[in-house]
Nanobody, 124 residues
Framework: QVQLVESGGGLVQAGGSLRLSCVVS????????MAWFRQAPGKGREFVAA????????SYADSVKGRFTISRDNAKMTVYLQMLSLKPEDTAVYFC?????????????????WGQGTQVTVSS
């Protein structure tokens, strides 16, 4: 079993920044691809960003490209999401997810393990 715990969410003004963290523990060797998804009220869970097991490959949703950066520190078993130039439409619960293989996918169904989520609220 793999456990994921997110932190770093909060309330920020438009144009501000936040860094989310996701600590991974349990039966993992750090080689799994990891991703961030988000879910706004009344909407489905959407892909935000993903990173390969080795950290050499990344993928971003068009809506966050150029503003968000995903990274990982396998020694610390932690995945980060640096968010800059935040917009009110970025308001959502952000979830960390892990899958049992190295490569990136963008579908919710591609991930086996999920954190509990952290709220990000961007005020205008």
């Amino acid at each position: 079993q793999v456990q994921l715990v997110e932190s770093g969410g909060g309330l920020v003004q438009a144009g501000g920044s936040l860094r989310l963290s996701c600590v991974v523990s349990g039966r993992t060797d750090g080689s799994s691809a990891m991703a961030w998804f988000r879910q706004a009220p009344g909407k489905g869970r959407e892909f935000v960003a993903a990173i390969t097991g080795g950290g050499g490959g990344t993928s971003y949703a068009d809506s966050v490209k150029g503003r968000f950066t995903i990274s990982r520190d396998n020694a610390k078993m932690t995945v980060y999401l640096q968010m800059l130039s935040l917009k009110p439409e970025d308001t959502a619960v952000y979830f960390c997810a892990a899958r049992g293989s190295y490569g990136i996918v963008r579908a919710v169904e591609g991930y086996n393990y999920w954190g509990q989520g952290t709220q990000v609220t961007v005020s205008s």
